[in-house]
């Protein structure tokens, strides 16, 4: 089989989160809380990756965010917005990468669910507060491992850890 024909790999699967103690990713659209840190931190762990996101979470955002594809996965088949690659399904969204080595999905919690079973790693931030939220996402399984964790005071506390799969 020539290279030519040979299936491309997947590109590893990286989750960025943040989430409150009791859950709560998410407030009207947007994130019950504000961490500088947490907001450079995810602009590190996405610089230049292909981004997936819900239909909401790019609206959420405050525009096309630099040097990373944004590729919206929607049911709505009739949506289009400037900037997004649209896909309809997990499968046709990590096609979108190309030839990335791996992929920053970045919510909502619907997007989370559907790739963490393919998921390796996880970028959480830990917020050490019980916000109010709309939006809530249950802790992780035994199937993660912590590698990594970098705990700050602040209005809230919050911990950056990165848990690998088992």
Do not use: C
Not at 13 to 33: M, S, T, Y
Not at 39 to 49: D, H, I
Not at 146 to 152: D, I, T
């Amino acid at each position: 089989m020539s290279d030519a024909s040979r299936p491309r790999p997947r590109p590893r699967v990286a989750l960025h989160i943040a989430r409150a103690d009791n859950g709560a990713i998410g407030l009207d659209g947007g994130l019950p809380w504000r961490i500088p840190a947490d907001l450079r931190r995810f602009k590190a762990g996405t610089m230049g990756r292909p981004m997936i996101m819900g239909r909401r979470t790019f609206d959420s955002l405050p525009g096309l965010l630099p040097d990373r594809r944004h590729v919206v996965l929607t049911r709505d088949r009739a949506w289009r917005a400037a900037g997004a690659e649209v896909a309809h399904d997990p499968d046709e969204a990590l096609r979108f990468a190309g030839d990335a080595d791996e992929v920053a999905v970045i919510g909502g919690a619907e997007v989370y669910r559907l790739f963490l079973p393919i998921a390796e790693r996880v970028e959480l931030t830990e917020v050490h507060a019980a916000p109010a939220g709309d939006t809530f996402l249950p802790p992780f399984g035994p199937e993660w491992r912590e590698a990594a964790r970098e705990r700050f005071d602040g209005e809230p506390a919050y911990s950056f850890v990165t848990l690998v799969r088992r």
